[in-house]
C-alpha cells in the first residue's frame, strides 16, 4: 500500500519530468541556447511577472474597491509560478528528491527557530533584537 508520502513524491517526480520536457521543447522551437545561469535569470523574471499577477487576484489595491476573487485565477496563477519554480530547481540541478530533502529539512528548522530550539538568533517570540539603535 502507498504512503502519502510515496504518492507526493511520485506527483513531484512527474511534475519535474513534465517541466523538464516543456523547457526542452520550448528551447528546440525557439532555437534558444542559454545558459543555466541565464535560464535561472530569465525563470525569476518571469516568476516576479507571476507574481505580480497573482497580487492582482487578491486585491492588493488598498486604495480601490475589492472585487470577489477569482479562484480558479488564483489556482493558474499559483500554478504558473510552479512552472518557473521547477524550471529553476531543474536548472540548478535539483532531483524532486533534493527538492522534497531540503523542504522537510527546512521546514524542521524553521519550526525549530519559531520553539527557540535553533541556534540561529532573533527568532524568539520574546527575544528582543538589538538593532544598534537607542529605541525607547
Not at 15 to 22: A, C, D, P, R, T
Not at 47 to 66: G, I, Q, R, T, Y
Not at 119 to 130: A, C, P, R, S
Request: charged fraction near 35%; include cysteine.
Amino acid at each position: 500500500m502507498e504512503t502519502n508520502e510515496s504518492i507526493v513524491r511520485d506527483k513531484l517526480d512527474v511534475i519535474f519530468e513534465l517541466q523538464k520536457s516543456l523547457d526542452e521543447d520550448i528551447a528546440a522551437r525557439r532555437n534558444l541556447d542559454h545558459t543555466p545561469e541565464e535560464w535561472i535569470r530569465m525563470d525569476v523574471l518571469a516568476m516576479v511577472s507571476e507574481l505580480a499577477e497573482l497580487l492582482d487576484e487578491v486585491n492588493f489595491k488598498w486604495w480601490k474597491n475589492p472585487k470577489p476573487i477569482n479562484e480558479e485565477s488564483l489556482h493558474g496563477e499559483l500554478v504558473d509560478i510552479l512552472h518557473f519554480f521547477i524550471s529553476m530547481c531543474i536548472r540548478a540541478g535539483m532531483s524532486p528528491e533534493s527538492l522534497y530533502e531540503g523542504y522537510i529539512a527546512k521546514n524542521r528548522e524553521n519550526f525549530d527557530r519559531q520553539y527557540g530550539r535553533s541556534q540561529k538568533k532573533g527568532y524568539d517570540v520574546n527575544e528582543k533584537e538589538d538593532t544598534g539603535h537607542d529605541n525607547p
